[in-house]
């Protein structure tokens, strides 16, 4: 009802066509209460029960909430007649067509499925910019030369050992014993039916290469640097690589009263002494390289009891591949001095690298001009997260737009993006499609 | 049956005193054999299944384990005449009447609950050659003047949030909400009771201040120093004051691939400062101080997320209560400058004082005078662990003698004792008996 009326009101745009729309500066915008509604609406799902949108959102990908989510993105596509379809690896892709001949879809959306304990930006805005964007088109009479078509990425978020599911099996990363792996007593195989995949036709979900004209997302930045900058509009550079350790301190557990301080082989003093040094791998070299390490367990773990073994991991993340490799070589290097120095034994395993990706020159150009034409002010810089994008690029040209995430703040309930960036960025991401859809290809 | 036979065959010595016994330099040494024997029968109880003796033990105290041990010694002590009975703190209490008029009793005993995944000597040396002591004096037709009292304290290992527990009780030092407590979804007055304690009649375990002549226990020394010094026995000086304190750094959780390093407030990276200051405060004076980071817990814990907050206990102990003071005191110091410099917030929380005890010089003279009648050579120590004789000490002469640990290891299924030193510990335990039966009153 309300879209049929939004679309009798801008019926005189009906016959202008896209690049005329562009070219002429006077493409259409997004219904900014609108996606907010949306955000609002998707929001519910894995909300913590007594809470409000402000207290965040538990839709983990294959829970409950992220299959009540998905229904209401199946829904919210059918009224816009994108006739969407759950592919074997569980991602929703809708398509509308365009005016072209022979021309490859421009594919662009993002994700619904949260962390745990996570906020209703990550991957919302996107995936919700997306429909509003189509919405938007629609209304507005545009239709482009090449077909457009959403995508909604199936469990992005880590989940089973590794993240970016979905956008991996349309490049056919399926990693080792992927349908064996067992998270809340649930096989990952079992959890992918839930949403309508199937393992064992997830080869189906591949897609070609070369198969589409264009990948876009938008997303939040998830880090603080728009913010603190006070730009609205982040061009994405690039996604970083990522290397992941699996680190091992073994000494020796002993009574802590007992033992004295020259007889110790403390696996916690060394481990300390690890990490101060991966911060100081990382601080070590301009560039915005980051080392972190986030988990770390201590056994027996008892007040009295001398720490005997120490488990952590060591994460560094960079634009470069070559910085990152080089990192972790420094980190190996340390641990053997950090292991002699302490009488500890300190193994250092690579468990993962997710591989970065460059955005595409010609999209990184086309979203400053769509920004620029929006009198929105940009700046280029990394994604130090991960995202499907990064799969995408493996297959064709690339492109991501930021929105400032307000404090940095991110998989967190406090993430927050202001009202005006959300529905700017899905300025941008219409206009950026528009540019694009004025070449046949990107060289 | 077995005693029986062993009695006659020591008809002989039926009339010697004790004095007589000890001052000639004769006294009956232990059966080193049926020492052994009762450490290997109590050593079933709580030994993992599958597993043989030198896989240590799990009698954690109130546990079926432990319950069944406690059923063995108090079939033990019936056979010995000891008349056993268990007071409201579940203390197992023997006795057995001496030749003087209205002198104090001997108390000597250990304990015979275990940690998790604990070792075969912590506790069990002492218990057993408790009993061991007796059936030798029957045996030879030995009879102090002082009666004897063998005492199997409850629940000496933490459990509960707090050791000694036993002990404790027969100080009356009762902690807050100590019958609250719950463990494993059980509360600790329960679990009390299933040992035959009663928590509303604990008052009743509370010994009067110079109700006995001397406590001795013998223990193992669960440090490495006999074992490295080639030292059969210790002359315990006393047990360490041990300060506990619960520390939290609080950092602020954000995505580790989007948030520079420059603007990060780790709390791993502050608390690993910490760990390495605590083992610098520590070592920075001479004396045998030791302070030791046993437990840290990272949150929210995942690779990918810089963390948070870092809860950790620290633990200083030392013999002298005011090193132990002023270590805490430096550490709080430290805290709030590493807190200043990575932008964190420490907070050092006191938990626990547990406060020493010297050794009584009288009972070090005679522990010494009994390991030299038997040629055994002798070394004065401090005790880094803490042991029920330090809540003794509040009541009247206590005195500990040690025995090696092989490599120091305790706590542990690989914590080990000498056979020998072990019968020779229990010979110098029954020779300190007889040296102090000697004295109306311990100045």
């Not at 992918?192 to 189906?204: C, K, Q, S, T």
Request: include cysteine; charged fraction near 25%; aromatic fraction near 4%.
């Amino acid at each position: 009802m309300r879209r049929r009326s939004f679309i009798a009101a801008v019926a005189g745009l009906a016959a202008s066509r896209s690049e005329r729309a562009s070219s002429a500066g006077v493409a259409p915008r997004v219904n900014a209460d609108r996606l907010w509604r949306r955000l609002e609406q998707l929001s519910v799902f894995g909300r913590p029960a007594g809470g409000s949108f402000a207290d965040g959102v538990s839709r983990t990908a294959f829970s409950d909430a992220d299959v009540a989510g998905r229904e209401y993105v199946l829904g919210e596509m059918r009224a816009l007649d994108l006739a969407p379809r759950v592919d074997a690896a569980g991602n929703i892709l809708g398509r509308s067509e365009g005016s072209g001949n022979g021309l490859f879809p421009i594919l662009f959306g993002s994700h619904i499925d949260s962390v745990r304990n996570g906020g209703n930006f990550d991957g919302d805005v996107g995936s919700m910019a997306a429909l509003e964007v189509v919405a938007t088109l629609e209304e507005s009479g545009v239709r482009t030369r090449h077909p457009l078509e959403v995508v909604i990425w199936a469990a992005e978020e880590s989940n089973f050992g590794s993240g970016l599911h979905g956008s991996r099996m349309a490049v056919g990363q399926i990693e080792p014993g992927e349908w064996e792996r067992v998270e809340d007593g649930v096989r990952k195989g079992d959890a992918l039916r839930r949403i309508g995949g199937d393992p064992e036709r997830v080869a189906e979900a591949r897609r070609a290469s070369g198969s589409f004209h264009a990948y876009l997302e938008l997303h939040i930045e998830q880090g603080g640097t728009l913010d603190r900058a006070g730009v609205p509009i982040g061009v994405v550079e690039g996604i970083v690589t990522i290397d992941d350790y699996d680190v091992t301190v073994r000494g020796f557990a002993n009574h802590a009263g007992t033992t004295p301080m020259d007889a110790r082989r403390d696996a916690l003093v060394a481990a300390s002494q690890l990490v101060l040094a991966v911060r100081e791998i990382a601080t070590g070299e301009t560039g915005k390289q980051v080392g972190t390490v986030g988990r770390l367990a201590v056994s027996p773990g008892a007040p009295n009891v001398v720490p005997g073994e120490v488990r952590l991991t060591v994460e560094f993340r960079d634009l470069a591949e070559t910085t990152v490799t080089r990192l972790g070589e420094t980190l190996k290097r340390r641990a053997a001095e950090i292991a002699r120095q302490t009488a500890t034994e300190i193994e250092v395993q690579a468990s993962s690298r997710h591989r970065g990706a460059r955005a595409h020159p010609t999209i990184q150009s086309a979203i400053e001009t769509a920004a620029t034409r929006r009198a929105l002010r940009h700046m280029r810089l990394p994604s130090g997260a991960g995202h499907d994008a990064q799969m995408m690029a493996q297959l064709g040209p690339m492109g991501m737009i930021f929105v400032p995430s307000l404090g940095g703040i991110s998989h967190s309930p406090r993430e927050l993006s202001r009202f005006a960036d959300c529905a700017q960025g899905a300025d941008v991401l219409l206009g950026t499609i528009l540019e694009l859809d004025g070449l046949d290809r990107i060289g």
